[in-house]
């Protein structure tokens, strides 16, 4: 079998040209341009160039940024008071407190601040509880992992009743993609670093989602044939003949996988581009809540 290659960064190029076309919809109609807000505390240089990234997509969409830059020594207070300012200026309708966040600062409290109409990253603790209950809808889903859901379905798979495995259960990916496939009645099974015979476990996979920062670990073996592959993995490999002197591969060893999966996420270019995608559609979609409460 030669696996359909699912074109990620075609895909969030569609969905970020349907966002640019709503928000000129809506300035049009006399209503504020949607606006997010990045809060990047310390000088992480994987961070700065995401939140730069962030910000370039926004301006593209037409999507105001308010770009806040914080020293690595600043307190938890300073981080908390810039939240707690940025939830009440009527023009952010997104926040975004880019992590990881500097050891010594409590993410979860901050995190926490973040108001439930503006967190467009969907990590606040309600909107994951939300997400996880049956019969309730969070305001906003984590972007990676519901950027995973529009590839799986662009790709055609069948969600209801498929057995659908997660490699990772970290509170940005592996968790939030577990609990978008059990809403759609998939029959899930979530691994991490103490589970056993994870071949075994992904070979009974329809679905599979890697998300471990482990570069390759999925191999051709693991996958069942016809299997649907997202791999989340971002891994930075040595690599002599590149002039950085390393490329980037995934969580999957894509030159097996090929081979056996039905389709299957490239990296770069598979999930990647689709978080920024999902970014500006929930930054969208907190403007317009921000409509229906009458700002
Ligand atoms: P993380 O917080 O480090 O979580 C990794 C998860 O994988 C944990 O649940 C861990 O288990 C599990 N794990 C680690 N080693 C394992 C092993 N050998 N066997 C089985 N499970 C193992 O990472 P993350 O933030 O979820 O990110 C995962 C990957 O996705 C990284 O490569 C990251 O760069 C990438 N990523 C990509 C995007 C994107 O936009 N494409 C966005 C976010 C992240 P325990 O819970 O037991 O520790």
Request: charged fraction near 20%.
């Given at each position: 079998m030669t696996a359909q290659i699912i074109d990620g960064a075609a895909i969030a190029a569609r969905l970020r040209v349907q966002v640019a076309e709503e928000v000129a919809g809506r300035v049009a109609a006399g209503r504020r341009a949607p606006g997010l807000a990045t809060v990047l505390v310390g000088d992480n240089p994987a961070s700065q160039t995401y939140v730069r990234s962030k910000r370039?997509?926004?301006?593209?969409?037409?999507?105001?940024?308010?770009?806040?830059?914080l020293p690595a020594t600043a307190s938890q207070r300073e981080v908390e008071a810039l939240v707690q300012e940025?939830?009440?200026?009527?023009?952010?309708?997104?926040?975004?407190?880019?992590?990881?966040?500097?050891?010594?600062l409590d993410e979860e409290k901050i995190l926490a601040g973040v108001s439930l109409e503006k967190d467009v990253d969907?990590?606040?603790?309600?909107?994951?509880?939300?997400?996880?209950?049956?019969?309730?809808?969070?305001?906003?889903?984590?972007?990676?992992?519901?950027?995973?859901?529009?590839?799986?379905?662009?790709?055609?798979?069948?969600?209801?009743?498929?057995?659908?495995?997660?490699?990772?259960?970290?509170?940005i990916v592996g968790l939030p993609a577990a609990m978008l496939l059990l809403r759609r009645d998939a029959t899930l099974t979530i691994c991490h670093s103490r589970s056993r015979d994870l071949a075994a476990i992904c070979r009974t996979?329809?679905?599979?989602?890697?998300?471990?920062?482990?570069?390759?670990?999925?191999?051709?073996?693991?996958v069942k044939p016809g299997a649907f592959v997202i791999d989340v993995g971002i891994n930075r490999v040595e690599d002599a003949t590149r002039k950085s002197g390393y490329r980037l591969v995934g969580d999957v060893a894509f030159d097996e996988v090929k081979d056996v999966a039905g389709a299957l996420t490239p990296v770069p270019g598979g999930v990647g581009p689709m978080t920024i995608a999902?970014?500006?559609?929930?930054?969208?979609?907190?403007?317009?809540?921000?409509?229906?409460?009458g700002e």
């Open positions: 370039k997509a926004c301006a593209e969409a037409g999507i105001e940024s308010f770009p806040h830059e940025l939830n009440a200026d009527p023009r952010v309708h997104g926040i975004l407190v880019q992590l990881p966040l500097p050891a010594g969907g990590f606040h603790p309600i909107n994951i509880g939300r997400l996880s209950m049956k019969g309730r809808e969070p305001l906003f889903t984590p972007c990676t992992p519901a950027g995973c859901m529009v590839l799986l379905e662009e790709a055609g798979a069948q969600f209801k009743g498929a057995q659908a495995v997660v490699l990772g259960r970290s509170n996979a329809d679905i599979l989602i890697a998300a471990v920062g482990r570069a390759e670990m999925v191999r051709g073996d693991w999902m970014l500006l559609r929930n930054t969208l979609r907190g403007a317009e809540l921000a409509d229906a409460r």
